[in-house]
């Protein structure tokens, strides 16, 4: 077996052509898509975001308090602990210091005005949205939060249209507020209280607290490493039908070589090659972009671990190919086919566009392709490097090497099958 | 030493080798004539266990090989009508990839190579690119490679297509040189000369079958009570041409540009009768030659056609 796997890696070798695609383009895109496409649409994203918003206050919450008190006699001292709490704290106010905080204020320009006029400029398209604070909606609050009765102390959220950044608000506003519950509901029992701090949306991409930043650089590197390598099987199979129509692969059959020591050559070979061509783009992204400059020897860890499970599968799959070359009849069929497949794979798996924008059930479908897997995988991995996070992935590529490689073997020719 | 019986192989319905029955006894050159297309590299690929026959059988000393072919495959060196070779290797590299295969021990591998490639001529070229050599060299180094495991039988399957006639002699001289060393040798072509030149015993084949097999003269006797003459004209006249057909005694005419191939019976007054239909018919004869019976002439009686048709 040793002969065919030099052989294939020799041949591989002496292609230059081949050698340039496979490893230098794959970190050219890398290095040209993280240059270009972020100033297009990522690093601007930020600066793009210019909202107006009406905030229409109805409410009166002083009276609001009055009322509260004159009706309600507290029923014990919690409920008074939660009043003297919401005084100090008044939900209202706070919402409208929160709107007009230097942070919202950068990419949200608030309009206080009446219930008509804001309606009117909603309408006409002159303001992207407008929050509204109906009348009561103090005292309703207080009778809910205190008393627990039921009350329809809601807030109303109008937008001219639906947008990303309108959407981005409405979830502002409403984690504000569930903030401010869980504050009230712990102040009530005794416990310190903070005032409210809400991180606001930079550039593109969430910042979760305790993890780390995923960027554009990330995702290309990713997809490009993924997706070439998996060009890599189909390129295995393309030389495979080279060997058949050069009848070396006959010569290859009239000796007492074991028939399947030509499959494992070819699959021992695609995995070196696919995996040196994984860790060529990860590192060279790495060198020349400085893409994983924060990670530590960890993330370096499950990186060369899931790599080298992802060339283990892409291994695999060229058996496939490699079997199926070997019996059809016409070699450019074999090609298209194997050529359509990546297409497909690279597609619902994410590597051309990220996931995120297919039909939910395809983005399903992706995350099982070994490609969509490895890009969701290290996806998550440079944000969080818990082990555990590489469990199921890990079996479910193990589950695509065993099952690929399985069907690799039933499917190559017997003697005398080939065609 | 190698016999096929009844050796069929059917593709889609259509039989492409038809019952052929051929044995190889040891140190012989046995050659296989016929068009293309008459079913050579089909009897081939089976006799080399590349293709399983629908019916029949192939043996060596008398064992069937079909469903055991490792035997034979031990002493089975096959040179295939394409070059089967890694055209990104060199000729050493292609040598000792296919010398590991075919099981050469280690450390014979190394001289194993060095001698195929003196027989071959192409010592000094060995670190060349098989894609920058000629394609005389290649065949050369095509043939070297069925050589590496010092086979007993040696099967060539039209090892001389498409190279230079110096390529052509030396491959040739090699070929014989390997079969007076005691190589058993099967070589197929449709250039009748090669054949004639190389071996002791031909098979004639057509449409899938062995339509005639025997030494050289036995196959020439087919032809002994028969004369061809070819006859060039000024023009070919239809006229002519019905003429000399009813010549009595004349078996064949056959075209061929300017010129006709007269096949006829012996002893008869096939000349007088020529020249006298050529003044009938004002159409001149400019040369005329009585021809030796070759194995070209034994296909033509055979199957009215030559080999290149």
Known sequence: MWA????????????????????????????????????????????????DLALVVEDQQDQGFERFQEEVEPSNDQSQQMIDQLQAMPPVDGLVAYLNSPELAEWVTVNQMDLDQAQTQVDEGELDAALIIPEHYTYQLLNEMVLDEPSEATLQF????????????????????????LQYAVASSGSQ???????????????????????????????????????????????????????????????????LYYLMGKTISTFILAW????????????????????????????????????????????????????????????????????????????????????????????????????????????????????????ILVAIIVTALSIGIAVYPKRGEQS | MLETVQLSKQFKGKTVVDEVDLYLDQGESVGLLGPNGAGKSTTISMISSLLKPTSGDVTLNQQSIIKNPAELRAVLGVVPQDIALYQELSAYENLKFFGRIYGVPKQQLESRIQETLEIVGIKERQQGLIKTFSGGMKRRVNIATALLHNPKILILDEPTV????????????????????GT????????????????????????????????KAELLSILSNEDTINVQLDRIDDEFLSS????????????????????????????????????????????????????????????GRTLRD
């Open chain 2, 162 to 181: 498409g190279i230079d006639p110096q390529s052509r002699h030396y491959i040739l001289e090699m070929v014989r040189q390997l079969n007076q060393q």
């Open chain 1, 4 to 51: 065919f796997l030099t052989k294939d890696l020799l041949l591989f070798w002496r292609d230059r052509k081949e050698v340039a695609v496979i490893i230098l383009l794959p970190i050219v895109l890398v290095v040209l898509l993280s240059l270009v496409v972020p100033g297009m649409f990522g690093e601007e994203t930020s600066e793009s975001y210019d909202l």
């Open chain 2, 244 to 303: 000399a057909r009813a010549i009595d005694g004349v078996r064949k005419v056959e075209v061929s540009g300017n010129s006709i191939h007269i096949i006829a019976k012996q002893e008869r007054q096939i000349v007088s009768q020529l020249v006298k239909i050529s003044d009938q018919f004002d159409v001149q004869i400019k040369n005329f030659q009585m021809e030796t019976p070759s194995l070209e002439n034994v296909f033509l009686h055979l199957t």
């Open chain 1, 276 to 395: 040196l061509q994984m860790m060529f783009v990860l590192v060279g992204a790495h060198l020349i972009l400085g893409v994983f400059t924060e990670e530590g020897p960890t993330f370096w860890v499950g990186l060369i671990v899931m790599a080298t499970l992802y060339a283990l599968a892409i291994a695999a799959i060229s058996s496939i190919m490699t079997s199926t070359m070997l019996r059809v009849k016409n070699n450019d069929t074999g090609d298209g086919i194997f050529m359509a497949v990546v297409m497909v794979l690279g597609v619902i798996g994410g590597n051309f566009v990220p996931i995120n924008v297919l039909p939910n059930w395809l983005q399903q479908i992706g995350e099982l392709t070994p490609n969509g897997l490895i890009l969701a995988t290290l996806t998550e991995w440079v944000q969080d490097q818990t082990y555990s996070l590489l469990v199921m992935p890990t079996v």
């Open chain 1, 158 to 181: 109008q937008a001219s249209g639906q947008s990303q950044e309108v959407d981005m608000l409405r979830q502002m506003i409403q984690r504000y507020l569930d903030q401010i519950n």
């Open chain 1, 193 to 259: 209280v903070d005032s409210a701090n809400d991180n606001l949306p930079e550039g593109g991409v969430e910042n979760v607290e305790g993890q780390s930043m995923f960027s554009m650089e990330h995702y290309f590197t990713f997809s490009m490493a993924a997706l070439f390598t998996l060009f890599l099987a189909a390129t295995v199979a393309t030389r495979t039908g080279i060997e058949k129509r050069e009848q070396t692969f006959n010569r290859i059959a009239l000796t007492n070589a074991p028939p």
């Open chain 2, 184 to 215: 058993t040798v099967l070589y197929t072509s449709h250039y009748m000369g090669e054949v004639e030149q190389l071996c002791d015993r031909v098979y004639i084949m057509d449409h899938g079958q062995v339509i005639a097999k025997g030494t």
